[in-house]
């Protein structure tokens, strides 16, 4: 999926994306800079990838549902962003190109159709619900 958007490959991302997220990226895609270049590189796995939540749901459709899983991956990458410089030649943008360790919680949704299963396709990211969350949430929910 990044190395799609850095390419700014919108056929891939139309591919492999939900709408929500697909059309986000193809904003981002729209508000690149004219001549600017990135690249996405996943430098390591930090830990073994880890699937956290893995659920099911039917519609009131007969054979309709979705499956959605979020997966924990923490990796080190690097995204550089090549910008035209005063003297006409590319140049790497003010505080891109470093390495950078990331913990994501990616979401993978599929849908099924007379149930007959579709691909997996990205939702989307997430973030860890903390206890504080919940807290949080409750308080504005329950009173």
């Known amino acids: 999926m990044y190395t799609s958007f850095a390419d700014g490959n919108l056929a891939s991302l ?11 990226f193809k904003a981002r895609l729209g ?17 073994r990838s880890r699937l956290i939540s893995n659920r ?7 054979g309709s549902a979705v499956h959605q899983a ?22 790497v943008a ?17 849908s099924y159709e007379r149930w007959s299963v579709g691909d997996w396709h990205i939702w989307g990211t997430t973030k860890e619900t903390t206890l504080d969350d919940i807290e949080d949430w409750e308080s504005r929910v329950l009173g």
């Open 56 to 62: 099911a749901a039917r519609f009131p459709i007969e």
């Open 94 to 110: 003010k505080g891109s190109g470093k390495e950078k360790d990331v913990v994501e919680y990616v979401v993978l949704q599929r």
């Open 70 to 91: 979020v997966v924990k991956i923490s990796s080190r990458q690097k995204l550089t962003r090549w910008v035209m410089g005063k003297d006409g030649k590319m140049a």
């Open 31 to 47: 508000a690149r800079e004219k001549g600017e270049r990135v690249e996405w590189e996943l430098v390591k796995y930090n830990k």
């Open 14 to 24: 139309r591919n492999i994306c939900t709408d929500g997220i697909f059309e986000s």
